[in-house]
């Protein structure tokens, strides 16, 4: 999951994130979310704030080497990665209606297929 505190759509993902980490996590998904604001202070407050249920990796802007290895080039972004470290699918952009379905299936598809995910990161 790739996110900005300034990207609204982002901010409304993270807590759907936090559920399908719970509903997931003991069939092996691990929810890691990679945040590209410029002012880390910003997402450091955020996060001291409001402790998400998943790992959060602070790359300091959008232009860094880990945004670029996922390719970022708009939040908000989901990436999903089998356990080979094979790009398995990539979501861009917020459906407030359908994302937590739409990502529940791809997760779900995954999980029973030989190589589940084990990471999921949101542009």
């Known amino acids: 999951y790739v996110w900005a505190v300034w990207c609204g759509p982002c901010m409304a993902e993270i ?4 559920r399908l980490q719970a509903m997931y996590g003991r069939r092996g998904l691990s929810v890691l979310a990679l ?3 410029d002012d880390v202070s910003q997402a450091r407050r955020y996060i001291a704030e409001n402790p998400p249920q998943f790992g959060v990796i ?6 860094t080497r ?22 398995a699918q990539v ?8 994302q937590e ?3 529940s ?10 190589d ?3 990471l999921v990161v949101r542009k």
């Open 15 to 18: 807590p759907m994130l936090g």
């Open 66 to 87: 880990q945004a670029a290895s996922y390719r970022v080039e708009g939040i908000p972004l989901n990436v999903l990665v089998d356990r080979n470290r094979n790009i």
């Open 58 to 63: 602070i790359a300091g802007g959008m232009t």
């Open 101 to 103: 379905s739409l990502l």
């Open 116 to 118: 589940p995910p084990v």
């Open 91 to 98: 979501r861009v952009g917020y459906s407030e209606d359908h």
């Open 35 to 37: 945040n590209v604001d």
């Open 105 to 114: 299936k791809s997760i779900e598809a995954l999980l029973d297929a030989a």
